[in-house]
């Protein structure tokens, strides 16, 4: 599979796409890389400026008819400068289409609530924002939702213990 970075994914000019070729045009300075899994050009990832998310996503869905948010997530990379990715796969069920977005954040920033464009990111953010401690600015009620509240921490950090202070040492064989 020559060609492919880290055998992953290959970059490609994505230019000739309606859609990308529409936001670069709404939002110039917004849109920082289009790449595309597996040659898949029907699947592309497009890495935003998490300052434009709300309106990129107010877009997708009014204009493009991506009216199904299907997952919100969030990813830790501690060794890197945005040490926190916010990722958002969209549907479209009237074309059949699916695009992803990624908006990076470093440590402490905040990100846009997408709440007021679809309902369900309000639980989808609510388990970013416990899991691994990511904050959405204007989200109605961003509380834990699957941890206790004195619950300290946060556990999908790729630097948060995996095991108690108390606990005895691991045997190795």
Known sequence: MAGLCAGHCKKLVMEENG?????????PDAILEVTALRDLKSEITIRVKKDSILDICACLKKEFKFNLLSDLCGVHYPDKDEKFEVVYHLFSIETKERVRLKAGLREGEKVKSVTS?????????????DLLGIGFEDHPNLKRILLP???????????YPYRSKDAEPEKTP
């Open 19 to 27: 859609l990308v070729k529409s936001l670069r045009e709404r939002f």
């Open 117 to 129: 464009v679809w309902g369900t990111a309000d639980w989808h953010e609510r388990e970013a924002f």
């Open 149 to 159: 509240d004195d619950w300290e921490g946060h556990p999908l950090r790729k630097d």
